[in-house]
């Protein structure tokens, strides 16, 4: 079965990125299907009726997202009925529902232009819109190719995330789901410490070495981002108890060559997992930031329950707050500089006398792009510790953009965290 998806707005011709296409192609894959295609179209009308012709030639399942708002330039219900030859028809439920929609919001009178929004193509059936005044819309209809005629499925959702998430996981996907046979699991293991390179050459091996019958099959992938690789893996076959065999069996063989560099499985993040460590052991942390810019403390508040383990963070971006707020001394900045393993102790120290945790980081480095020298290049990072027994730093070298960098030294102070309290030696 071939499923395609159209993204319909001119925002993602200019740049915006498209996470409907990332969330729906992920839902697909977690159910044993995938998109054959993903095409992002602007707002204009003989585009896109173009590329629907195309789509209902070739594909079984269209969905589309986006361009069922009130303004001129959502024109989808529109350009998909004109397509099919077919009628459109104001729907009196939908426009009740609009009208509640608004009184919620005590507007007694449903702006006219949203009216238009209450506009269904015949035959199609309507879906709610519990987050907003688009509804969704789901059409079967038979389309002509080459002479012969084929069965298709249209459905037309709401662009925004919020509302269209939602209505694709209580419409489409369970339609989708009866056409996934077999039984499919999927898995990932998230590996913090190494490149993308060094995990592919160990894991090589093993994904050579995998032999499967005729009763299952496997799928590897592997992705970085922020100096985290994700090894993603799907075992399909009949039986269920071979299936979840192979992917322990699979978990265990990668355990075995990639160690304690694994933090993680399937939705683990590190700050997730730090969180649960902390708990466990009853230890608490803070953290004094200066090239992160809060970046840590925000990660880690992200995780609910974090109040039980986080204490502190501070911002200290200029010398004077170093000086203020942590004590580090004013002779330190002057012979080491801000960015110096000297400053990275004194700023650990600091935060942990004021906030009195187990485990004090911070960090300091340059971000970029400027602010660089040959002696101190942008990338350079030096992340400080501290806890009652010793005083520790740590020295990196990061490559990237700004954001990059600052995203890899989040994580890899977290990750530092980690190993502090599994009790294993981290390299820098």
């Known amino acids: 079965m071939r499923i395609e998806l159209i993204c319909t707005g001119s925002e993602f011709l200019a740049g915006k990125l498209n996470t409907n296409a990332a969330y729906i192609g992920l839902r697909l894959f977690n159910i044993g299907l995938e998109l054959s295609c993903v095409t992002d179209i602007g707002d204009k009308k003989q585009d896109l009726a173009k590329q629907f012709n195309i789509a209902f030639a070739r594909s079984n399942v269209i969905v589309v997202t986006g361009g069922l708002g009130p303004t001129f330039d959502d024109i989808t219900v529109e350009t998909a009925a004109e397509c099919l030859d077919l009628s459109i028809y104001s729907e009196e439920k939908v426009l009740k529902s609009i009208q509640e929609y608004f009184a919620k919001k005590s507007i007694s009178k449903i702006p006219k232009i949203n009216e238009r929004q209450a506009n269904i193509i015949n035959s199609a059936k309507v879906l709610e819109n519990h987050l907003g005044t688009a509804p969704g819309q789901a059409l079967h209809f038979e389309f002509k190719n080459d002479g012969k005629k084929g069965r298709k499925t249209l459905f037309l959702l709401p662009g925004p995330p919020r509302e269209m998430k939602p209505m694709f996981e209580e ?36 994904i050579e070495e995998a032999k499967f019958g005729d009763s299952q099959a496997v799928e590897f992938g592997i992705l970085a981002s922020d100096s985290i690789v994700d090894i993603k893996f799907a075992v399909s076959g009949v039986n269920e108890f071979v299936v979840d065999n192979a992917v322990k069996n699979l978990n265990l063989r990668f355990g075995d060559v990639l160690k304690d560099n694994i933090f993680g499985y399937n939705e683990d993040t590190l700050a997730s997992v730090v969180g ?38 501070v911002v200290t971006y200029s010398n004077e707050s170093k000086i203020k707020i942590l004590g580090v001394k004013e002779e330190t900045l002057k012979n080491f500089g801000a960015v110096s393993e000297e400053t990275a102790k004194e700023m650990a120290c600091g935060i942990l006398n004021l906030t009195v945790s187990d485990y004090a980081f911070s960090v300091t480095g340059i971000a970029g792009p400027g602010g660089s020298s040959k002696v101190k290049p942008v990338g350079l990072v030096y992340v400080g510790f501290a806890d009652k027994k010793k005083t520790e730093s740590f020295k990196f070298n990061f490559a990237g953009t700004r954001k990059d960098i600052r995203g890899k030294t989040v994580n890899t102070v977290l990750d530092l965290l980690r190993k502090k309290l599994i009790e294993k030696q981290y390299k820098s």
């Open 276 to 313: 649960k460590l902390l708990i466990q052991k009853r230890k608490t942390v803070s953290f004094a930031e200066s090239c992160t810019g809060g970046k840590i403390a925000s990660a880690i508040t992200d995780v609910a329950g974090s109040s039980l383990y986080f204490k502190s963070s």
């Open 171 to 206: 419409n489409v996907e369970p339609f989708l789901k009866s056409y996934s046979s077999g039984i499919r699991k999927n898995a990932s293991l998230r590996v913090f410490g190494l490149s993308e390179s060094a995990v592919a050459e160990a894991i090589e091996p093993i």
